[in-house]
């Protein structure tokens, strides 16, 4: 490992101060390549306009027309936090856009033990036979259905339309549904291909409501606006790439929420965590939020999730929020034993590099959560694997680092031994992919050969880029909760400062964490190691991010050391 700090401009520095950007801040700013302060304008009007993204107006009529024709609608929900907010999007814009039209738009989400990912056949044909209201008209499916073509040709054969909604990265061979927006399909000049599936959404109903409006039919204010800190919760969540697009819709949302005007759910969701959604930030959706909506897809049902983020009642929100926090803590359970399991089949390998990790007592849902930690750990790309409800096959979930696109990775894997993956599917940083039990050894192998070849000698060793040293005078609450109020995630990351301190003290606490005590120019700072028993040593030159202690209602600045040297 090596602990480096990050380039940056002096001139775009100066700039920012200039601006009025706090000194810290903008030194900060300016190692994300922002130059001046209209880069950091949030604004609505600011957004790309939807009009930009391929098939978004054939789209909005298609909804228009089904709507005027009193249709019955279904959305298509994943069972991740991305597919759950942008399926609460979708049922909140389109209900009170239908009003009393006579149109009807109800949910599914595919039990994923079951059915997997995506519009599969199988899921059309129950999506057939149980929707509420009778076999749905249209199909409109919400952060998956770009690689579901046998999906959407079942779907036609019964009499279905079907509208894809999706970020995913296509594959050979598109759906042929009756529209599909998508911001990475092939021809689509939309400028932000990091579009979280919620933000695809959003921009569906916001093209929906200026085609109603052109229509003449919208006979009530639809305020969208209202749904921003859904946006902002799947975007955060989704671990999308925070470009100034994706940064804007956050900014609104956070905006929303912490004044008092959020969803009950999102509320809720913190409230059960202890956290005050009046002073809410990225990371209480990323960390907070997010992991207890994702544990109603990886345990249960994330029926759940979307029942809480369309709650209107607080009560009721707070009963599902409440469910959430306990599923949640029943993740965090599995999770560390499948941890500790894999840590303890590591010990054996004799130093030998390993991507690829299955134990036939792993929980499908937690697999995603521990190819992250071990990836973390390992600095390699992993995928893990548990075994499937159906017999026979192993459902795996990867992590990469960056300098390997891991779906492409798994595409030289399928392409060199042709009927290995059943199926895949992802991104460059995660992707999830279905394999027969007894191809497990073979994958193993094939994975690993792959990543030989596509990893770059300068991706194996861990970069840790920082901000540089911070000055005593700024260790403080102020700039902590100054750092902690902006807007930070993929690909536009939470400040992370570098200094040498003297260890005075160290000790565990809570099982899994240490405590420490560092001093440096004379005073003393109180710190945190998360996630680490690994003893410092008595001088230390740390990476770390200033934080905000929150104690019995006191609140102090600390300091959460997270690599070292």
Known sequence: MKIVERAWSAAAR????????????????????IRNTKDLEYDPALLHQPALLKGIEDAARLLADAIAAKKRLLIVA???????????????????????????????????????????????DLAARISPHGKPDLLITVDNGIASVEGVARAAALGIGTLITDHHL??????????????????????????????????????????????????????????????ALGTIADVVPLDANNRNL?????????????????????????????EASSFDFGFIAGPRLNAAGRLADMSLGIECLIADDEARAM????????????????????????????????????????DPAWHEGVVGILAARLKDRLHRPVVCFARAADGGLLKGSGRSIEGLHLRDCLDLVSKRSPGLIV??????????????ESGYARFAEAFERSLEEMLPAEARLLTVQTDGALEAAHRTLEVARLL???IWGQGFPQPLFCDT???????????????????????????????????????????????????????????????FE
Request: glycine share 10%; aromatic share 6%.
């Open 14 to 33: 100066d700039a920012l101060v200039a601006g009025g950007i706090h000194p810290v801040l903008a030194r900060v700013y300016a190692g994300r390549s």
């Open 78 to 124: 994943d069972y991740d936090a991305d597919g759950a907010t942008a399926c609460a999007v979708g049922l909140r814009a389109l209900r009170t856009m239908m009003g009393n039209s006579g149109a009807s738009v109800d949910y599914l989400v595919p039990d994923r033990f079951k059915l997997g990912y995506g519009l599969s056949p199988e899921l059309v």
């Open 170 to 231: 296509p594959g050979d061979a598109l759906p042929a549904a009756n529209c599909i927006v998508n911001p990475n399909q092939p021809g689509c000049a939309f400028p932000s291909k990091a579009l979280a599936g919620v933000g695809v959404m959003f921009y569906v109903m916001l093209a929906l409501r200026a085609e109603l409006k052109k229509r003449n039919v919208l006979d009530r204010n639809v305020n969208l606006g209202a749904l921003t800190d859904l946006v």
């Open 250 to 278: 956050v900014a609104q949302g956070l905006k929303r929420l912490r004044s008092g005007r959020g969803q009950p759910g999102i509320a809720a969701l913190l409230r059960a965590a202890g956290r005050n959604p009046a």
């Open 319 to 358: 009963n599902c929020a409440q469910q959430l926090d306990r599923l949640n803590r029943d993740r965090k359970k599995i999770e560390s034993n499948m941890l500790d399991q894999a840590l303890s089949l590591l010990k054996n390998l004799s130093g030998k590099d390993q991507s690829s990790f299955f």
């Open 423 to 436: 199926r895949f599917g992802g991104h460059a940083m995660a992707a999830g992919l279905t394999i027969a």
């Open 484 to 486: 902690e109020a902006q």
């Open 501 to 563: 301190f003297a260890v005075e003290s160290q000790r565990v606490v809570g099982e899994r964490h240490l405590k420490l005590l560092l001093a440096k120019d004379g005073r003393r700072i109180e710190a945190m190691r998360f996630g680490s028993l690994q003893p410092l040593p008595a001088q230390v030159r740390a990476a770390y991010r200033l934080g905000v202690n929150d104690f019995n209602g006191m609140k102090t600045v600390q300091i959460n050391v997270e690599h």
